[in-house]
């Protein structure tokens, strides 16, 4: 909430979002004075500032939107009330076509059954609106405008494309510098400014939107990660597969996935007769891998896991980077497990997910268990029964455990309910990382079975999980909490090493290579520069540790270290400095 001054010395509190929509509307009233041609689509708040989407010819520069805060601010210190009134239908649609919007008479014949429409109006300005706002245009105290984007018309790609302008506003000047300080700070955690920076990962129009490319620090992070998971997961009973990225049509029509998710798939591709689709999960392939041999109940649980290449179909506006891709690695597996067997295992998946989440240092997160409609009747598996089980199975088991978490409706896979990890992340909203699901309905669409006790045939429940999400996703995530810094363990280059001249390179060479065969990445800066230039380039790259090798250090047979976190360490011998990577490392992954 804020709180506004009214004429009078009175105060009130407002939403944030009736001070941002009324902001909304100061800038469309300025870009009308500055740029009478521009054509108004729409302008709503949204969860930090408002936006508004412009039609016109002249593209908005960022020397363009200083000219419209300045407009702003005029209209903000003339005060104008801001006013309701409502229109009959036709002299609403009457009044717009009279101003050349012809936005907002679409929107107006698109509500066949409101009889009257609501404006405001401020000044000279005019805007149909549902409202609400705040009194006056001279309530709004702070603006400034963030940036420009494209949006097409009503989100649709086939509409044509408009000019978003995103902007923000606070009743104090204070709490706007604030603000921004916190966007700079996002800025230089943006997992995409870092993955250039660090050179992590890129993209290119070429390769197409959507589908970055892991480059060699990248690829040695992503190492880390899959056999740091794998190693846990083998602990646990866990056997690793390979199974292809694409699969028949018939594989997803036979698992529910055509009817329920194909506008997230990409289109099918017909090759010698048949149709192939690229697969968005993986649970079809590893249903046939169990479906592969005859299992008793003295085989289950059966753990499958695979770090599994998914594609999904995701619109151009939400893409971001690794977070959000059109293609991804999943940190998948799926547990097959009599019914007896449900609540450990559902156990175990939950115990595997706070151990990483402890050794990674996680901490600000949540549980929400994910419900189905059961008016939804499109979205959701038709059988009442099974989803009554199922989702009554999961809560019994969440708060057996002890799990503290919220439901949501609405929010479950398509084939059953699901335990959702939410985290926090350093940049932006909180997303789902891990994720438990809980599953009936695909082990009977496929016919799955084992042989019980009494040898009767019964149908095994799976348990899809994944405990790191995405490794793209991770990625990005870790890389934004730790503003790149990333761990000794996880750092792609953990030590760099820094020859004074070239008259230490040998030397520098030889230190690399003993540092290999004891399973460190390091690597030598052979450039012909000072060293002073060499550590402060490491030290921009995030490297942990960097090694001074000079005529001291070759003598003695020793280097030079200085530390990312503590700066000059001194003078080590080499298996006095292999003893404090590896115990650090050790220490940190428990």
Same mark, same amino acid.
């Given at each position: 909430?804020?709180?506004?001054?009214?004429?009078?010395?009175?105060?009130? +509190?407002?939403?944030?979002?009736?001070?941002?929509?009324?902001?909304?509307?100061?800038?469309?009233?300025?870009? *009308?004075?500055?740029?009478?041609?521009?054509?108004?689509?729409?302008?709503?708040?949204?969860?930090?500032?408002?936006?508004?989407?412009?039609?016109?010819?002249?593209?908005?520069?960022?020397?363009?939107?200083?000219?419209?805060?300045?407009?702003?601010?005029?209209?903000?210190? +003339?005060?104008?009330?801001?006013?309701?009134?409502?229109?009959?239908?036709?002299?609403?649609?009457?009044?717009?076509? %009279?101003?050349?919007?012809?936005?907002?008479?679409?929107?107006?014949?698109?509500?066949?059954?409101?009889?009257?429409?609501?404006?405001?109006?401020?000044?000279?300005?005019?805007?149909?609106?549902?409202?609400?706002?705040?009194?006056?245009?001279?309530?709004?105290?702070?603006?400034?405008?963030?940036?420009?984007?494209?949006?097409?018309?009503?989100?649709?790609?086939?509409?044509?494309?408009?000019?978003?302008?995103?902007?923000?506003?606070?009743?104090?000047?204070?709490?706007?510098?604030?603000?921004?300080?916190?966007?700079?700070?996002?800025?230089?955690?943006?997992?995409?400014?870092? @993955?250039?920076?660090?050179? =992590?990962?890129?993209?290119?129009?070429?390769?197409?939107?959507?589908?970055?490319?892991?480059?060699?620090? @990248?690829?040695?992070?992503?190492?880390?990660?899959?056999?740091?998971?794998?190693?846990?997961?083998? *602990?646990?009973?866990?056997?690793?597969?390979?199974?292809?990225?694409?699969?028949?049509?018939?594989?997803?029509?036979?698992?529910?996935?055509?009817?329920?998710?194909?506008?997230?798939?990409?289109?099918?591709?017909?090759?010698?007769?048949?149709?192939? &689709?690229?697969?968005?999960?993986?649970?079809?392939?590893?249903?046939?891998?169990?479906?592969?041999?005859?299992?008793?109940?003295?085989?289950?649980?059966?753990?499958?896991?695979?770090? #599994?290449?998914?594609?999904?179909?995701?619109?151009?506006?939400?893409?971001?980077?690794?977070?959000? @891709?059109?293609?991804?690695?999943?940190?998948?597996?799926?547990?097959?497990?009599?019914?007896?067997?449900?609540?450990?295992?559902?156990?175990?998946?939950?115990?595997? =997910?706070?151990?990483?989440?402890?050794?990674?240092?996680?901490?600000?997160?949540?549980? %929400?268990?994910?419900?189905?409609?059961? #008016?939804? *009747?499109?979205?959701?598996?038709?059988?009442?029964?099974?989803?009554?089980?199922? +989702?009554?199975?999961?809560?019994?088991?969440?708060? $057996?455990?002890?799990?503290?978490?919220?439901?949501?409706?609405?929010?479950?896979?398509?084939?059953?309910?699901?335990?959702?990890?939410? &985290?926090?992340?350093? &940049?932006?909203? %909180?997303?789902?990382?891990?994720?438990?699901?809980?599953?009936?309905?695909?082990?009977?669409?496929?016919?799955?079975?084992?042989?019980?006790? $009494?040898?009767?045939?019964?149908?095994?429940?799976?348990?899809?999980?994944?405990?790191?999400?995405?490794?793209?996703?991770?990625?990005?995530?870790?890389?934004?909490?730790?503003?790149?810094?990333?761990?000794?363990?996880?750092?792609?280059?953990? &030590? *760099?090493?820094?020859?004074?001249?070239?008259?230490?390179?040998?030397?520098?060479?030889?230190?690399?290579?003993?540092?290999?065969?004891?399973?460190?990445?390091?690597?030598?800066?052979?450039?012909?520069?000072?060293?002073?230039?060499?550590?402060?380039?490491?030290?921009?790259?995030?490297?942990?540790?960097?090694?001074?090798?000079?005529?001291? /250090?070759?003598?003695?047979?020793?280097? @030079?270290?200085?530390?990312?976190? $503590?700066?000059?360490?001194?003078?080590?011998?080499?298996?006095?400095? =292999?003893?404090?990577?590896?115990? /650090?490392?050790?220490?940190?992954?428990?």
């Amino acid at each position: 909430m804020f709180k506004i001054k009214l004429d009078g010395g009175r105060t009130r +509190e407002v939403e944030e979002k009736t001070y941002w929509h009324t902001t909304s509307h100061i800038m469309a009233q300025a870009i *009308k004075r500055l740029y009478p041609d521009t054509k108004l689509a729409i302008g709503p708040a949204i969860d930090n500032g408002f936006y508004y989407d412009f039609d016109s010819e002249k593209p908005f520069t960022d020397e363009d939107l200083l000219k419209i805060e300045e407009e702003m601010k005029k209209i903000i210190k +003339e005060n104008f009330p801001v006013e309701r009134f409502t229109l009959p239908r036709e002299d609403a649609l009457k009044l717009m076509q %009279e101003k050349n919007e012809p936005y907002k008479v679409e929107l107006i014949n698109d509500l066949p059954d409101e009889t009257e429409l609501s404006f405001y109006r401020q000044g000279e300005f005019t805007d149909l609106c549902k409202g609400p706002h705040v009194e006056s245009t001279g309530n709004i105290k702070a603006v400034k405008l963030l940036s420009v984007a494209g949006a097409y018309w009503r989100g649709n790609e086939k509409n044509k494309m408009l000019q978003r302008i995103y902007g923000i506003s606070f009743p104090k000047a204070s709490e706007l510098e604030e603000y921004l300080a916190k966007l700079e700070e996002a800025k230089q955690r943006d997992h995409r400014k870092l @993955g250039k920076d660090l050179g =992590i990962f890129m993209t290119h129009d070429l390769v197409g939107k959507g589908l970055p490319m892991f480059l060699p620090n @990248g690829y040695a992070i992503w190492e880390v990660l899959e056999n740091y998971i794998k190693g846990k997961e083998k *602990k646990l009973g866990y056997k690793h597969v390979l199974t292809p990225p694409l699969a028949s049509v018939d594989l997803y029509k036979t698992s529910g996935h055509w009817d329920h998710y194909k506008d997230n798939m990409f289109p099918k591709m017909e090759v010698e007769g048949e149709e192939f &689709v690229l697969r968005p999960m993986n649970c079809p392939h590893h249903m046939m891998i169990y479906a592969n041999e005859l299992h008793s109940y003295r085989d289950l649980p059966i753990r499958i896991g695979e770090i #599994a290449r998914d594609c999904r179909f995701e619109s151009s506006g939400t893409l971001k980077g690794i977070e959000r @891709g059109r293609t991804f690695c999943q940190n998948d597996a799926h547990l097959f497990v009599t019914p007896e067997q449900i609540e450990a295992e559902f156990q175990s998946v939950v115990n595997l =997910i706070l151990d990483v989440y402890k050794e990674l240092d996680i901490k600000d997160y949540r549980f %929400e268990l994910s419900l189905r409609d059961p #008016a939804d *009747k499109v979205k959701y598996y038709p059988d009442d029964d099974m989803w009554n089980n199922a +989702e009554d199975t999961l809560r019994q088991v969440l708060n $057996d455990i002890g799990i503290v978490y919220e439901e949501k409706i609405g929010e479950a896979a398509f084939y059953g309910p699901k335990l959702d990890v939410q &985290v926090k992340p350093a &940049v932006g909203n %909180e997303y789902t990382l891990s994720t438990c699901q809980l599953d009936f309905c695909l082990p009977m669409k496929f016919n799955l079975n084992y042989i019980d006790k $009494d040898g009767t045939k019964k149908t095994p429940v799976v348990l899809h999980r994944a405990i790191l999400g995405s490794i793209d996703r991770f990625m990005a995530y870790y890389l934004e909490e730790t503003k790149g810094a990333l761990p000794t363990w996880m750092a792609p280059v953990q &030590v *760099k090493l820094l020859p004074i001249s070239d008259n230490h390179i040998e030397y520098a060479k030889n230190v690399q290579a003993i540092l290999f065969d004891e399973g460190i990445r390091a690597e030598v800066d052979e450039r012909q520069e000072k060293i002073g230039y060499k550590i402060r380039e490491a030290q921009l790259h995030k490297v942990p540790y960097m090694l001074i090798l000079g005529d001291k /250090e070759v003598e003695a047979n020793a280097v @030079g270290v200085r530390s990312r976190q $503590d700066g000059d360490i001194g003078q080590m011998s080499i298996p006095e400095f =292999i003893r404090k990577i590896q115990e /650090e490392v050790k220490n940190f992954i428990k």
